[in-house]
Structures are given as C-alpha cells and as structure tokens.
C-alpha cells in the first residue's frame, strides 16, 4: 500500500510553493490508491507556532487536499506532532551511536567557516564539514544519551551517493564533496531534521516521499542514515520548486504568496495551484 506524507514546518503561513508541492503528494497518493498522512514538523521550539500549525491544517483543507491520517484526524500511528516524539528520536539516535557512526561536536558554524579554504561563496548550501574537526574513532562512545552537545554522523567520505528520483530522473552526491559530517542532534536536546524525518517517515511506514527539490542533498545524507539503521529506505520524488520572475524561491516570508493571502484577495485554489506567479501578483 503507498503511504505518501505532506510534513509542514510551522515557522510561517504556507505559501504557493507549499501549495503546489503539497498538491502534488495528494494527487501521487491518490493515483496510487494510497494513503496520506500528515505530520507536523515543530522541532524547533524557538521558530515553531502552534498558531502556524493549525493554519497549516486550514489552509491546506482549504485548498481541496485531504489526508487520511493526521494531528486533526488521529490514525494508528498517532501522534502526528514530532515535538511529542522524543522518546522516539532518543531511541533512534541510541541505534545510530551503537553503530559507531556519530560523534559529539563542539565546533561552531563560525568555526567551520573560518577553517574553509576559500570563502563560502553560495549561502543556500550549508558549508562542508572539515575532516580535520573530526574526532578519533572513539569520542563519545561511551555516550549513553545525546546529553546537552551537538552530535554529527560520520560520512563515508569519497562515496557516490546515487538514486532515482521519480521527477527530477537519475541522482548523484559525493560524500565529503557535496556534503559533510552533517547534524543529526543539536545540544538544545532535539535532533536534527535529518535525524527526524527519516525516524518519522520509516515508522509512518512511508513508501514514497514526495517533497521540494530543494531537500534533494538532504535525501543523499539520508539515504546514509537509512542504511546505517539497516532501513529500506522509501521512494523519492523531489517536486520542482515555485520561483518568481527573477527566479528566486519563494520563501515562507514571502507573506503576499502565502494561501491565506491569496485566498482573502479572492484567488480560487485551481488559480492557486495552476497560475502562473506574475498573473497570481497582479
Ligand atoms: N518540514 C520540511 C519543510 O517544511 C519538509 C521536510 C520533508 O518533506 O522531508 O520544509
């Protein structure tokens, strides 16, 4: 049976972006005569608003997308909410350490960047991890909870990372090249998105993960985290992302795009998810 996800962060309104991408599991999952499920991603407490959480939910019921489970709507899986997961995390970082792939990690983005060669010349791409920070074989394994540090997972560096990607075709990263020793707990005592997507999507059981194409970096370092876990991991299908006029992604500050918006303007939810941006503006 498919099981696709929509999985909002609630740090804003959603926008178009949000609209278009989200449509687009829905209509994946119900071309498949599967099932949806929602998630709210809130893991980071100081951006995160409940108020954004529940306009999540209205806004996309809104737009005609329905789930068949969810924080609204309950389900065998429930709760939907990662920030009453915890536990759950904990005990997937607790399999993750006892493979020996994670260390704990002092180092600050600052003192990444500083250590760079050349300066970080593209600000969307988070800089590579040096190997040279990285500790012996042996820091933090007697470890016996994530406690109040950072913890990063060890990359094989040098390895090509390939999938298919049901959209965007034929996938290749380098480890080491394009990305590093990435976050997968943060010392304010939560994980790191990585860490919770892929714990989350594996126990909503989700074959297919349906999501913008500006996460597909972020699929290669999970795809890693999946096979250290000894997971299968699910499909992938990385949706085009909504840029305006000047080719810029549309961020959730972008409060004129966002549903809630459009939708008080009079816009339709077909003109929504079909318009082009400057006629939606206009
Ligand atoms: N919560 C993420 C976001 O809103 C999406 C994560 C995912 O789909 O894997 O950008």
């Known amino acids: 049976m498919y099981r696709g996800r929509i999985a909002p962060t609630p740090t804003g309104l959603l926008h178009v972006g949000h609209a278009r991408t989200f449509a687009l599991a829905a209509q994946r999952a119900n071309e498949a005569k599967g099932q949806l499920i929602f998630r709210t991603e809130d893991l980071d407490s100081a951006r995160c608003r409940p108020e954004f959480a529940a306009a999540a939910l209205s806004d996309l019921c809104w737009l005609g997308i329905r789930w068949n489970e969810g924080p609204d709507v309950g389900g065998p899986n429930a709760p939907y909410i990662q920030s009453q997961r915890l536990d759950w995390f904990q005990s997937v970082w607790k399999k993750l350490h006892a493979t020996g792939c994670l260390y704990p990690c002092d180092k600050s983005r600052r003192d990444v960047e500083n250590a760079l060669v050349a300066p970080h010349a593209d600000d969307a791409t988070e800089p590579i991890f040096p190997l040279a920070f990285r500790p012996n074989q042996k820091a933090g394994q007697s470890a016996t909870t994530p406690g109040e540090t950072n913890w990063r997972f060890r990359v094989?560096?040098?390895?090509?990372?390939?999938?298919?990607?049901?959209?965007?075709?034929?996938?290749?990263?380098?480890?080491?090249?394009?990305?590093?020793?990435?976050?997968?707990?943060?010392?304010?005592?939560?994980?790191?998105?990585?860490?919770?997507?892929?714990?989350?999507?594996?126990?909503?059981?989700?074959?297919?993960?349906?999501?913008?194409?500006?996460?597909?970096?972020?699929?290669?370092?999970?795809?890693?985290?999946?096979?250290?876990?000894?997971?299968?991991?699910?499909?992938?299908?990385?949706?085009?992302?909504?840029?305006?006029?000047?080719?810029?992604?549309?961020?959730?500050?972008?409060?004129?795009?966002?549903?809630?918006?459009?939708?008080?303007?009079?816009?339709?939810?077909?003109?929504?998810?079909?318009?082009?941006?400057?006629?939606?503006?206009?």
């Open 156 to 282: 094989p560096w040098g390895e090509k990372i390939s999938f298919h990607d049901a959209i965007q075709g034929p996938q290749t990263f380098i480890a080491g090249q394009d990305f590093g020793d990435f976050l997968v707990w943060r010392k304010d005592g939560f994980p790191a998105y990585e860490l919770a997507v892929v714990a989350d999507d594996y126990a909503m059981k989700i074959t297919e993960v349906v999501r913008g194409a500006d996460l597909l970096l972020s699929t290669a370092r999970q795809i890693l985290l999946y096979r250290t876990l000894e997971w299968t991991a699910p499909a992938w299908a990385h949706a085009p992302l909504v840029v305006d006029e000047r080719g810029q992604r549309l961020a959730k500050r972008a409060q004129g795009l966002s549903i809630r918006a459009l939708r008080d303007q009079g816009k339709i939810p077909l003109e929504i998810l079909t318009q082009p941006l400057s006629i939606l503006q206009g």
